[in-house]
């Protein structure tokens, strides 16, 4: 949007105990909270992660499938309240034969759903990681009020999400969560520190009480482009609706806009491997600091267009790319024939790998010994993907 005036007229928030897999009890709280919020019309609210179910694991399936459902009562509410309600629900999608649930964020208005937004970084270490796939990048969601740059509790800690979607045109960024107690200064600290660095309102809403033997760490805030906390709850039940000033974010940007700033600073070739050595050096340093890897063979049939999709879905697979040569590889045209290199070519080969955004590093296996191509398959094999 070029004009501010144009923007969400009120943001603010809806924060409550989740019921763990009522949904209907848990859309009475949005009910009940809305009528007594009683927002400017064209108000944004968020709502907390997952706020129609809670982590109800042994049932996610099922809840799922009512999801749609959920989303008419939503719709019904958003006009009811002349509003536009933000939170995630589990989605169900089959494709393929596969069933898949995602952790999704549900922009919705009184005509409908106007987007969605995936949460990319599934919490594995809460068990997440076994019931969810992750989304892939996608922009902000488009409704008539502005554009919505969306989180879901553990992105928050990633601010390339942010920023990406930020740069691509969001006008401020919410978020979803169900934030622990045990971590709350962090949530605090990283609110402010994403509104900061994007230099735009964040809302954000976290569950409160104790969900499943977790406590959750309320304190949702309504925060402003300069970092300055302009509401914040408590830990019980609380709700804000509020008038953003958004001539504070078009006159703190006119001062400088740091947020766009999306220089290339790399080196792509520092992504090859000189040496054996390198390698095993680089793929240890990286497995200490608990990286997933995934190794990617390129063999004598060489590269070709198939290649280059089959790289980019490895690396979703993992934390890192390693993308191993084998000796006399050679590079083949979209038409099938040598094209792009002679034969054994490797450095073309190489920088041409290293200049791909999806890959982490590339090394030529011609330099490996048997003895460090023994390391080496040690190194990979704890875990990690083979392509």
């Known amino acids: ?197 994007n230099q735009t309102f964040i809302v954000a809403c976290n569950g409160c009480g104790t969900v499943d033997r977790v406590e959750l760490g309320g304190y949702s805030a309504v925060i402003d482009p300069e970092g300055n906390v302009l509401f914040e709850a408590g830990s019980s039940r609380s709700s804000v609706s509020l008038l953003p000033a958004w001539q504070v974010r078009d006159s703190f940007r006119a001062r400088f806009t740091s947020f766009a700033v999306s220089t290339y600073p790399f080196d792509d070739k520092r992504k090859i491997c000189r040496s054996a050595a390198d390698c095993l050096k680089l793929i240890s340093s990286r497995k200490d600091i608990g990286q997933r890897f995934v190794y990617y063979a390129i063999g004598q049939a060489g590269i070709g267009p198939a290649d280059l999709a089959a790289l980019q879905d490895a690396r979703r697979q993992g934390d890192f790319l390693l993308v191993g040569i084998l000796p006399a590889a050679t590079a083949i045209s979209e038409k099938g024939e040598d094209g792009m290199w002679s034969a054994g070519d490797e450095e073309n080969i190489l920088t041409f790998l290293a200049a791909l955004g999806c890959v982490d590093a590339v090394c030529s296996l011609r330099k490996f010994s048997a003895q460090d191509l023994v390391l080496l398959g040690t190194l990979l094999s704890a875990g990690e993907d083979t392509q």
Not at 9 to 16: E, H, M, S, V, Y
Not at 37 to 45: K, P, Y
Not at 116 to 130: H, I, L, N, P, S
């Open 1 to 197: 949007m070029s004009e501010s005036t144009a923007l969400f007229p009120a943001l603010g928030f809806l924060q409550f105990l989740i019921e763990l897999g009522e949904p209907e009890k848990n859309l009475v709280q949005v009910s009940s909270g809305l009528e007594a919020l009683r927002a400017t019309d064209g108000a944004l609210i968020v709502l907390p992660e997952m706020w129609s179910t809670g982590f109800a694991y042994d049932r996610l399936i099922e809840l799922a499938s009512g999801t749609s459902n959920i989303l008419g009562q939503l719709a019904d509410l958003a006009g009811k309240f002349h509003c536009i309600l933000a939170g995630s629900l589990p989605e169900l999608v089959v494709s393929g034969g596969k069933s898949h649930l995602y952790n999704t964020m549900y922009i919705v208005g009184p005509g409908g759903v106007y987007g969605t937004y995936r949460k990319q970084q599934v919490f594995a270490y809460g068990g997440e990681g076994k019931a969810f796939s992750a989304g892939l990048d996608l922009g902000p969601v488009v409704t008539p009020y502005g554009q919505i740059g969306c989180l879901i509790c553990y992105d928050l800690r990633f601010p390339d999400i942010a920023r990406s979607q930020c740069q691509q045109g969001a006008d401020l960024l919410i978020c979803s969560a169900q934030w622990p107690a045990a971590r709350r200064e962090h949530w605090r600290t990283l609110l402010r520190a994403r509104a900061i660095e």
